[in-house]
């Protein structure tokens, strides 16, 4: 059973910087593209970004493209979201996702909740103006 386990949430200032790890285990990592979303109270869950199994592509929603910026450590089966120039509206619960693709070759990612069968129990962001 795949488990993932997020850290590094908390408490910044406007403009400040966050970077949060998913550490996964119970499972191949490599074989895995990776995502990370947010959701906001009374808010819809929300894609942020994501990375292939291979690392080699990334992609990224308008809002925090050039300033998220998401990686993974095969090595140490995790996955990174280093996030800069924070901003209010960046305030929610982040959670990291899991798919298995099979292969660590793989190039493709995944941008929908529906194609993760693998969550975190998310850790909470908090931006003040």
């Known amino acids: 059973q795949v488990q993932l386990v997020e850290s590094g949430g908390g408490l ?3 403009g400040g910087s966050l970077r ?3 550490a996964a285990s119970g499972g191949t990592f490599r074989y895995y593209g ?18 292939s199994a291979n690392g080699g592509s990334t992609y990224y929603t308008d809002s925090v493209k050039g300033r998220f910026t998401i990686s993974r450590d095969n090595a140490k ?8 120039s924070l901003k209010p509206e960046d ?3 982040y959670e ?3 798919r298995s693709v099979g292969v660590s070759s793989s190039n493709v990612y995944y941008t929908r909740p529906d194609e993760y069968g693998y969550w975190g129990q998310g850790t909470q962001v908090t931006v003040s103006s």
């Open 96 to 98: 990291c996702a899991g």
């Open 77 to 84: 089966n995790t996955v990174y979201l280093q996030m800069n």
């Open 34 to 51: 990776m995502g990370w979303f947010r959701q906001a109270p009374e808010a819809e869950r929300e894609f942020v970004a994501a990375i």
């Open 91 to 93: 305030t929610a619960v």
């Open 12 to 14: 910044v200032q406007a």
């Open 20 to 22: 949060l790890s998913c």
